[in-house]
């Protein structure tokens, strides 16, 4: 059984900064590509960003120069620093992950999400 259990999310001031964590557990083997997407209220599940094992990022254009995510393979562990937050960052954050568990296939792996919410 593997589990993403996140953490950090909660309300901020727009310009203001949040760190979201998610750590894996259970009975893994190896994890590939690790990191978070978003859902905001009537809109489509998007991506925010992503890091392989050897640590090469991608992100989405709307969140360049303000997130950055970052892992530690050791912890098995994501984490998401979000600066200058605006009220279009407003979602469900949800951590992602490419696990090959023990005693069976690959398989992408969500988080339970968590609430980001930014107004004045």
């Known amino acids: 059984q593997v589990q993403l259990v996140e953490s950090g999310g909660g309300l901020v001031q727009p310009g203001g900064s949040l760190r979201l964590s998610c750590a894996a557990s259970g009975s893994i083997l190896s994890i590939n590509a690790m990191g978070w997407y978003r859902q905001a209220p009537g809109k489509e599940r998007e991506l925010v960003a992503t890091i392989t094992r050897d640590g090469t990022t991608n992100s989405a254009n709307s969140v360049k120069g303000r997130f950055t995510v970052s892992r530690d393979n050791a912890k098995k562990t994501v984490w998401l620093q979000m600066n200058s937050l605006q009220p279009e960052d407003t979602a469900v954050y949800y951590c992602?992950?490419?696990?090959?568990?023990?005693?069976?296939?690959?398989?992408?792996?969500w988080g339970q999400g968590t609430q980001v919410t930014v107004s004045s």
């Open positions: 992602y992950a490419e696990v090959t568990p023990r005693w069976a296939r690959t398989n992408a792996y």
